[in-house]
């Protein structure tokens, strides 16, 4: 079996260079073959690709990634990992390992003239929102992503309208998540106590809720899920700290019955509301 080979072989690795893995970080090293192949094939990677990794570890998904794609750029916060990666790629002129927190990497500083590239991930779970949106709000964004996150988190992002999130909305505004594979908590060395998801967003041209203002945008959706589970007036009159009564003739114009809660809405409808609150702003 593949995935007892990756095993053995994460096993010595980390002996070999006396490391654990470290809880603190996050890191849970994907042993399971078949799920690395599911990875690549969601990645759709061909030699003129670049692609940004987050948290390489030991190496194990960037050989292939390397083997695919034109261009690497693995990024791994720990030091004894990255010095890892540096030594076992030395001879590869097809990838560069930066020693940084992800979160604090722009990624146009790193790719130059590049502005065509994919994200692939094995995130430690506890900064998958953030490196969602680190990359999706940057200036420079991805076609696609493919990342490896908590199962529920994966539910999550992908809910739809009946059951969204300040989460889920916060990706569906830039791209179209879906569910490549559920992957048990078996595959990894050491198992986290959760399941997990491999998840890939298909990134639009541009922002789906026709909106410039992703900061007004996004004051009005907070506001709509400050009161859970509450009808959209008294949220909204909650989150913005304003008189119900404002509320509701804005809902009107915007066409969106009073009687709903902030889950049920789609994109679109978010943006159609964030418009009449602007306009109203400037009458």
């Known amino acids: 079996m593949q995935s007892e080979s990756l095993l053995t072989r994460t096993k010595k690795l980390l002996a070999s260079y006396d490391l654990r893995a470290r809880k603190g970080l996050g890191q849970n090293f994907l042993v399971d073959g078949s799920i ?4 690549i094939a ?3 990677l061909t030699p003129a690709d670049t692609v940004i990794e987050v948290g390489p570890g030991l190496g194990v998904l ?4 390397v083997e695919q794609a034109g261009k690497v750029i693995a990024i791994e916060l720990d030091s004894n990992l990255a010095d890892i990666l540096k030594s076992h790629f030395s001879d590869s002129n097809k990838i560069a390992i930066i020693n940084e927190d992800v979160l604090k990497v722009n990624p146009s500083d790193i790719l130059g003239k590049q502005t065509d590239y994919k994200v692939v991930a094995n995130l430690p779970y506890y900064i998958t929102s953030a490196v969602i949106r680190h990359f999706l709000e940057a200036s420079v964004k991805p076609g696609i992503l493919v990342l490896m996150v908590q199962k529920e988190v994966a539910k999550q992002i992908t809910a739809q309208p009946g059951e969204m999130s300040l989460l889920s909305v916060s990706v569906q505004l830039y791209g179209k998540p879906t569910i490549v594979s559920k992957v048990s908590a078996h595959c990894f060395y050491p198992a986290p106590n959760v399941d997990s998801a491999i998840l890939k967003i298909a990134v639009y041209p541009r922002a789906k809720a026709q909106t410039d203002d992703i900061a007004g945008f996004f004051d009005i959706v ?4 400050s009161a859970n589970r509450k009808q ?3 949220s909204l009159a909650n989150g913005l700290k304003v008189p119900k009564n404002d509320i509701l003739p804005l809902l009107e114009k915007a066409g969106i019955d009073p009687q709903r809660r902030a889950e049920t809405l789609t994109i679109d409808e ?3 509301l964030y418009r009449a609150f602007k306009s109203n702003s400037h009458g």
């Open 232 to 234: 959209l007036p008294n």
């Open 42 to 44: 969601a990645a759709e």
């Open 62 to 65: 960037t050989e292939t990634l």
């Open 270 to 272: 978010w943006g159609v």
């Open 222 to 225: 907070r506001a709509g899920f």
């Open 36 to 39: 690395l192949k599911k990875i």
